[in-house]
C-alpha cells in the first residue's frame, strides 16, 4: 500500500474514495475494522452499487501509518496492478486467519472480502 500512495494511485478519506468509486477509478476499497457502523455501510453501498471488491482489514491507526497518512479509515486503491497484489496478500493472511482458529497467530483480523 506504501508503494501505491508514494505513486499517487489511492484516494485516502472517506469523501474521496467515494468519488473515486463514482468515477469508476477505485479498484479496491480498504475499510479500517474499527470504522463507524454507518461509515462502513455508506462505503460498502456504494461498493456493492459500483462493482468495486472492498475488504476490511487492520485498525485506522495502521492503515494510516501504510500509506502514510493520518486518521485515515478507508482507501481505494485507483491502479490495477497494485490491486492484485493487495489481494494476493489479502488472501494469503486469509488463509493463515482459518490457520490462526487451530491456535496460529495472526496480525491483522480479516473482516470481508466481496468479490
Same mark, same amino acid.
Given at each position: ?45 456504494? !461498493? @456493492? ?16 501509518? !501504510? ?6 479509515? !478507508?482507501?481505494?486503491? @485507483? ?14 493472511? @486469509? ?11 495472526? $496480525? ?6 466481496? $468479490?
Amino acid at each position: 500500500m506504501g508503494f501505491a500512495a508514494r505513486s499517487g494511485k489511492i484516494s485516502s478519506g472517506q469523501e474521496q474514495v467515494i468519488n473515486s468509486i463514482r468515477n469508476g477509478k477505485a479498484k479496491l476499497v480498504i475499510l479500517a475494522d474499527d470504522t463507524s457502523d454507518s461509515s462502513k455501510k455508506k462505503i460498502r453501498d456504494k !461498493c @456493492n452499487y459500483y462493482g468495486v471488491d472492498c475488504i476490511e482489514i487492520m485498525d485506522r491507526d495502521e492503515l494510516s501509518k !501504510c500509506v502514510g497518512k493520518i486518521a485515515k479509515t !478507508c482507501i481505494s486503491i @485507483n491502479d490495477d496492478g497494485f490491486m492484485q497484489s493487495i489481494i494476493k496478500e489479502y488472501e494469503k493472511l @486469509n488463509i493463515r486467519g482459518k490457520e490462526a482458529d487451530k491456535g496460529g497467530a495472526i $496480525r491483522w483480523k480479516i473482516q470481508g472480502y466481496m $468479490r
